[in-house]
Structures are given as C-alpha cells and as structure tokens.
C-alpha cells in the first residue's frame, strides 16, 4: 500500500519554487502521475491531498495515518523540489532514524535510471532524539520518506526536473514496487515535455517510433510543436543496468565481467576520470 504526499499546497507554494514553477505544483503533478500508475499496477494507493490546498502539519499526518492505517508494510512518498543557497544539484531521501536506508537505495537507484543522481541519503535528529522531520515522526511505523527530486534553485536541476518529472515521477514507482516485492510493468506512453529545439522527427527517434504513431497517439494534426507543450509518447526502458562499485573495483575488471569495454562504461556515464569510489553507480550497457 502506498501513501503519497505532495507537499506544500494553498498558500504554502514551496521553498523550491522557481521562475519555471512553483513546488507545489510541481509536487502535485510528480503525485497525481504517480497516483494513476500505481493505480494501474493494481496497489492500492491513496494521497494527502489531489487538489491545491493547504495542510497543517497535524492535518497532514492524520491524512496520511489514516489511509490505510499504521503499518510498516505501508510507503508513504512525500514528494518535494529542494532548495539550497549554495547551488546544490541533484535527490535527496530522507528517512526514518528507525528505519534502514535500503528503500532510500531503491528508489535513488531507481531514479539514476531516468537520468537523476542523487546528492545525499540520510536520517536526521531533533533535539529530543526523534527524528527531525514531522511527517516521518507523526507517522511511524509507516515507511514514511521525504524524496526531494531536484534543487529549483540550480538553474540545471530545475531544468532537468520541468522537462523529465515524468520520467523521474516513474523511477519512483519502480522502486516502490520493488521494494514492496509488487509485480511493476512499464508503461507503454508516457508524457513528454517538449523543448524550443524539438521536432516531431527527432522525438520519434529518441523513443523508437515514428511522427505518424505520435501524430495518431495525441490526436495531432500537424507536425508543429510549441515550446513546453506536453505530449504523450512510447516509454522507452532504460538500455543499461546498473552497478554498484564494490571495494577493489576498476573499470577495466567491471567491463570485463558485464562482457563491454572502459570506453564504452566511460561514454555511458560521462565519467572525466577513471578512478572509481565504493557506492559509486555506474551504468553499465546491456
């Protein structure tokens, strides 16, 4: 069973608000999407709030505890942008001090595979001990976890998250089902957010179809786009896995047991150096 939790709402918009959009916005899209996915995968599923409005803390938690009721078999996603005044980039998950970082780990792997890293994992202290954040605290036992998808202050990150939230929005849910041992199937469209540079040719070519299957999918009647108009096209699954580096790992060792090459490990991930960190994730090709 999952909760999900758009944060802000009605008069709060957010800390993460930017010229592009306001969080609470964001936050809610990121969840309605969700929402209809996991409806789709048959898991049940239910939200702190579907429209614009404004929730106290203690209105929140009770939304939110009285769902499905209070179990740790329960996920609760409480979806947020971040901001940072010192130009931070990429997710953060925070969870409970009581609870393991393995759902964290899930859904942040999940997330790298459409295209977000993540910057930090971690739990975090009140003075009393507890855990910091009220929307964990006033929900134990439920695996309540705050996912702060980009930085709306880093012109890069916020970019990245107005353009592919829906593709972020779906890893998400990935690593839901997974963690909860759910059956997942991708969808087979998903929306896109076109960009000034766009056309109906080179969309076709990203998602392995053609302008006449977009054309006929959103009921279109010329092949003219316009900047940030959302369209729906085929989901098109990751080509890579992904790896975690291990201690005494190098990138010639990793290519050799995936059967690939260090160049074509270093093109798939960016990478400026071959020197490798334990935890780092890697993409490795299919």
């Given amino acids: ?13 957010g800390g993460g608000t930017n010229p592009l959009f306001k ?13 209809n996915r996991f409806e789709e995968l048959g898991i049940p599923v239910k939200m702190t709030r579907y429209v614009d409005r404004s929730l106290s803390p203690k209105e929140r938690s009770a939304i939110l505890n009285s769902a499905f009721g209070q179990s740790d ?6 979806n947020h942008i971040n901001r ?46 507890k855990d910091y954040y009220f929307i964990i605290r006033n929900t134990r036992p439920i695996q309540t976890i705050i996912v702060e998808y980009a930085f709306g202050d880093n012109v890069k990150d916020r970019n990245k998250i107005f353009y ?20 997942y199937l991708p969808p087979k469209y998903i929306p896109y957010i076109v960009k000034k540079q766009d056309s109906l040719y080179q969309i076709a070519k ?30 098109v699954e ?29 093109d798939l991930n960016n990478l400026k150096a071959t020197e490798l960190e334990v935890g780092q994730v890697l993409k490795i090709p299919k």
């Fill in 84 to 129: 940072s005044d010192a130009k931070a980039e990429g997710a953060i998950f925070i969870h409970s001090i009581d609870d393991s970082d393995e759902l964290s780990n899930t859904l942040s792997k999940n997330l790298f595979s459409e295209g977000q890293k993540t910057l930090a994992i971690y739990t975090r202290k009140n003075k009393a001990g």
């Fill in 164 to 183: 592919n939230w829906p593709n972020y929005a779906e890893g998400v849910v990935r690593g839901a089902a997974e963690h909860l041992n759910l059956p």
């Fill in 238 to 266: 990751a080509d890579y896995n992904l790896y975690v580096v291990q201690p005494r790992d190098n990138l010639y060792n990793i290519a050799k047991t995936f059967g690939t090459t260090t160049k074509e490990i270093i």
């Fill in 206 to 235: 990203q998602t392995n179809s053609s302008v006449n299957e977009i054309m006929e999918i959103n009921n279109l009647t010329t092949s003219e786009l316009s900047p940030d108009q959302q369209i729906l096209v085929p989901y």
């Fill in 1 to 13: 069973m999952i909760v999900i939790d758009p944060g802000h709402g009605g008069s709060d918009p």
């Fill in 23 to 35: 969080e609470k916005d964001m936050n809610l899209q990121i969840s309605k999407y969700q929402f």
């Fill in 73 to 78: 078999r329960i996920v609760a996603l409480s």
